[in-house]
């Protein structure tokens, strides 16, 4: 006979949340350094009082298991701080992306009612701003130090597998943003999800450059710190720090994205010194072009990792491809990775044959737990048991996965489908294109066409050449129909992941 109830003790040893471990790794680490600002340490002992520290004041300021607290901040020690803490007194810790505007944060901080906010100086005027008197305000320095040194010790809380831990916003690029919540759960099988597919190992180091708000930054931190590792914070796309950092600190896996990857390989190659030890670099390399990853590779003397993910999964949900280093990929298809059940399904939620291209659907321990407050939403998009990601994929014959493109970003021309991604992939075969974006352009005869911007190498191809490699490899109704040029990949405008938002392109090209 299964047991159905599971005693209060039985269900509290079977889970450890993300707080527990980083104490035991201050207990097995403590002298070790856990995180460096570059002005600043603090051994894991030291952050583990800290955090510990933070999660009695703010118990002694009321806040309750299920609470949200909210940070609008740079990269700093304390952000880290404040998430463990959070872990620690059962709240749930909300990452306020500082890159929204002012009736945006307000948005998220109106759509998940924090009990707290702390912010930096840096955006305290911000705060301001949003006149929001029934919210505590807390700012990091001289507030922060006060309260650490003046709460009382109290019982920190035992939190359960399904309860929520960070909320995550989404960009809002189509509407006004989601947050995505992410349970305990669902961190602990992040991070052990990174030491089966992605090489993570105690005593790890990780530079953390990307903003704090964001999942590539803010819980890969966590899992280098629940292993005893050392995270290295920056304060944003500083390409000096990180590669000087490069250079001097050996990593597990130095996050590149569009937007900043060109610079920080350029200043490497000039620097002319070897990089220290590097498990992987690089990553969403369908964003990048093929000579930019074969460069990125044999600058850094790393694999380039193929992966592809969202704040909803976790960074894995494909995970086993790797470029050896000086690779020029001929090829994108990635591998699934170890946890994770997958589907291709189309609008009808079939599941396609091989082949043919669908909507990933996907289930698994890394999931996050829905949006707040999005009970239609959240219907729609877990329809079945199975959370549709939104992405299309074609599966191979050798079971390994193309990516296509996303299914709500279609150009519908006459009554054909075109994802831009295919039209992006062959305008980058050209070595000479740095970066390419389709979006899409109303027209009286088609409905809407395919327009290219495209940013390149000195000297520039012709318009004409680009089209010439187009007609090679696309059929003619996927043809874009204008190409612009762009200075720059940095002309481009992009979310906190480095994508590509297209429809404000879209405003310049019609």
Request: glycine letters at 8%; proline letters at 6%.
């Amino acid at each position: 006979m299964i047991q159905a109830d599971l005693s209060p003790l039985t269900a509290a040893a079977g889970f450890a949340d993300i707080g527990q471990w980083i104490a035991a790794a201050a207990r097995r680490h403590g002298a070790q350094c856990a995180v460096d600002d570059g002005t600043h340490s603090l051994s894991h002992a030291e952050f583990d009082r800290r955090a510990t520290a933070v999660a009695h004041a703010l118990i002694a300021l009321g806040v309750r298991p299920g609470d949200r607290i909210a940070v609008l901040a740079e990269n700093r020690i304390e952000y880290l701080e404040l998430a463990v803490a959070a872990a620690r007194c059962g709240a749930v810790f909300a990452a306020l992306n500082w890159r929204f505007a002012a009736p945006e944060i307000a948005h998220c901080i109106a759509l998940t009612s924090p009990v707290l906010l702390f912010a930096s100086a840096r955006y305290r005027t911000l705060v301001d701003t949003l006149a929001l008197p029934a919210l505590r305000v807390v700012g990091f320095g001289e507030e922060y130090e006060v309260l650490l040194a003046g709460s009382p010790p109290a019982p920190l809380v035992a939190v359960g597998p399904e309860d929520g831990y960070i909320i995550l916003y989404t960009s809002g690029t189509t509407g006004m943003s989601k947050a995505a919540l992410l349970s305990h759960r669902a961190e602990i099988a992040r991070l052990m999800l990174g030491r089966i597919d992605s090489m993570l190992a105690p005593g790890d180091h990780f530079v953390a450059w990307a903003p704090l708000f964001h999942m590539v930054a803010l819980e890969h931190a966590l899992h280098v710190l629940a292993l005893g590792g050392t995270v290295h914070i920056v304060d944003g796309a500083d390409i000096d720090r990180i590669v000087d950092l490069a250079m001097a600190v050996p990593q597990w896996w130095l996050v590149l994205l569009p937007g900043m990857i060109d610079r920080v390989v350029e200043t490497m190659a000039r620097r002319g010194q070897p990089p220290a030890p590097l498990k992987i670099v690089g990553a969403l390399a369908d964003l990048v072009s093929a000579d930019l990853v074969a460069e990125t590779s044999r600058v850094f003397r790393a694999p380039y990792w193929n992966t592809f993910g969202s704040t909803e999964t976790g960074m894995l949900p494909f995970a086993g491809t790797r470029f050896a280093i000086g690779e020029r990929p001929l090829s994108l298809a990635k591998a699934a990775n170890s946890n994770h059940l997958f589907k291709l399904v189309d609008d009808e939620d079939r599941v396609v044959a091989p082949g043919q291209p669908g909507e990933v659907a996907v289930r698994g321990p890394t999931l996050f737990s829905g949006y707040w407050q999005a009970a239609d939403t959240n219907a729609r998009e877990f329809r079945g048991g199975w959370f549709h990601m939104g992405d299309v994929f074609v599966e191979r014959d050798d079971g390994r996965y193309d990516y296509v493109d996303r299914a709500k970003y279609l150009i519908k021309t006459g009554a054909e489908n075109v994802y831009p991604a295919e039209i992006e992939r062959a305008l980058m075969s050209d070595p000479r294109v740095i970066e390419a974006v389709v979006v899409r352009k109303p027209d009286a005869k088609w409905g809407e066409v395919p327009v290219a911007l495209v940013a390149c190498h000195a000297p520039a191809p012709s318009a004409d050449a680009l089209f010439a490699v187009c007609r090679e490899r696309l059929a003619r109704y996927k043809q874009p129909k204008e190409i612009r040029f762009v200075t720059s990949p940095d002309d481009f405008p992009r979310s906190t992941s480095g994508k590509i938002q297209r429809q404000l392109l879209e405003q310049q090209v019609r």
